[in-house]
């Protein structure tokens, strides 16, 4: 437990100190609801409950701002391989799954920080307070979006060397991840084929739980949902856990 | 008990061999240096000792744990200084060790007095509190060995600590390796490719070339081990008469680069000597000077090249090296 703290210690503080990072990575969110949502809203009408396109968008921007984080909570294991700190916690007498834990946990919790930052600008700009339930049903999906997110990050980490990669990375998987989830668009609406693919996205999941959570109303039922992201975490942990125990200096 | 013994290590990349079957033995609180131009072998060698890398063949033990099996034996037992730097630079010197310190599960007293402690011992507890970002070389090559020094290793492997120093620093750092093994009877292995270092600072020494031990000893008895003294002849005698003038008490001649190096005891005595059998061989001369030797003339003369042209040599080797680790 001493060892999963001190990795997520380091990763609270290093988040911490990155004001200027905090800040930035608010600057699309924010873009992206105001724009869009406003926009949008008189020309967008959501099926069945009829309400605004920018309280539709909300909890999706939301589901971003802790997916982008904690992708990046994950690949941040790159850098420290780079910059040589790899070494000094690879070199201690500690497992590998501990490490990968900890960086893990690190990593959620700050996505789930940042995620909180743009719902308190949500409810700024329009969403309604969905009551203590609600919040802490969106909490917990957002919980479980950053573990397995994070533990992605840390899976790909563990098997490319250098940031390289990192377009790729970026142009072929964090975005279809994100484009495919049903942020920004009700997936009921979608044609079959568009729609199947979507349900193969472990977003959608999240998206439409924290959905639930803030606005009350989802396209997927909120259990199904738990269901399946509880699952994809646990195998995105097993996934991290297993590459990173292989990973090389 | 032996601080380190190694026996037959390997280790390939391919077809590439890096580590090429070396065996030596460490004693307790000795200070051990592995001397080499880079690309030798000497970070492999330390990597595999330290558990970073898995051996080819071959088996070591260090504190008595066996490198392959009882790794976290091994990690609790060594502390690692390595060639690049390994700090977290967004965090704090304090932050650095305190990480350090509760990945080796030392409790919070004791941690914090130590910590406490070893950033005086080198020179920077008055900057605790700073980002490491800010620290120039030199810090940080301290920071990095006090934090070594944290979880009080038995054996502390020093990777190339005063590379890229500045003299003054170097010295500094010398003093600081000197006092630790003296103070706490750690053993020290240390990689150079600083002649100077490795005789200033160590009890033996092993050469190492292309992956390779070719000598191991104390540096006065590898001096010793190619004569006393030196006489060093500066010719362009390229027919090679000058190596005809045999002598008994001669003990080595080597030649590179229009230099001669002629080893031997007593070069006082003999020097009047070797300047008739010169002359007599009616090669022209540009200078005669006596000196002891130095490691590099050991180098020299176990390799058969100066150690700038086997890090010529060893740009190649790492090359190889890379390209087989690749594929």
Partial sequence: ?249 | MKAVTVESLTKRFGDFTAVDNISFEIDEGEIFGLLGPNGAGKSTTISILATMADATSGKALVNGHHIAGDEDGVRKSIGIVFQDQSLDEELTAWENMDFHGRLYRIHGDTRRERTEELLELVGLDDRKDELVKTFSGGMRRRLEIARGLLHRPKVLFLDEPTLGLDPQTRNYLWEYIENLNMEFGISVIITTHYMDEADRLCDRVGIIDKGRIVALDTPENLKKSIGGDLITVKSDDYEGKLADINQPWIESIESYDGFFNIGLSGAEEHLTQIIEALAKTRITISSVSIRKPSLEDVFLYYTGKSIRDAEADSKERMRMMHFARRH
């Fill in chain 1, 1 to 249: 437990m001493d060892v999963i703290y001190t990795i997520w210690l380091r990763s609270i503080k290093r988040y911490l100190r990155s004001r200027s990072r905090i800040v930035g990575s608010l600057g699309m969110p924010l873009f992206l609801l105001v724009f869009l949502g406003f926009g949008l809203n008189s020309v967008v009408v959501i099926p069945n409950t009829g309400e605004d396109y920018v309280v539709f968008l909300a909890p999706g921007i939301v589901s971003m701002g802790v997916l982008f984080t904690s992708i990046f909570a994950g690949l941040q294991i790159i850098w420290d391989r780079q910059f040589g700190f790899l070494k000094e916690t690879l070199v201690a007498p500690v497992s590998r799954t501990e490490i990968m834990l900890g960086q893990t946990f690190g990593g959620a919790t700050t996505a789930i920080f940042q995620g909180t930052l743009i719902l308190i600008l949500s409810f700024l700009i329009g969403l309604k307070f969905p009551g203590i339930l609600g919040l802490l049903i969106a909490a917990g999906f957002m919980i479980l979006v950053g573990i397995a997110f994070t533990a992605l990050g840390i899976s790909i980490a563990s098997r490319i060397e250098d940031m390289n990669g990192f377009q790729l990375i970026m142009s072929f998987l964090i975005f279809p991840i994100f484009g495919l989830s049903g942020a920004m668009f009700p997936i009921t609406g979608l044609p079959p084929a568009f729609r199947s693919l979507t349900m193969y996205d472990p977003l959608t999941y999240g998206v439409e739980g924290i959905r639930y959570g803030l606005t009350g109303s989802s396209q997927i039922d909120p259990l199904v949902c738990l269901v399946v992201l509880s699952a994809f975490s646990v195998a995105m942990i097993m996934a991290g856990a297993f590459l990173f125990r292989k990973t090389r200096i």
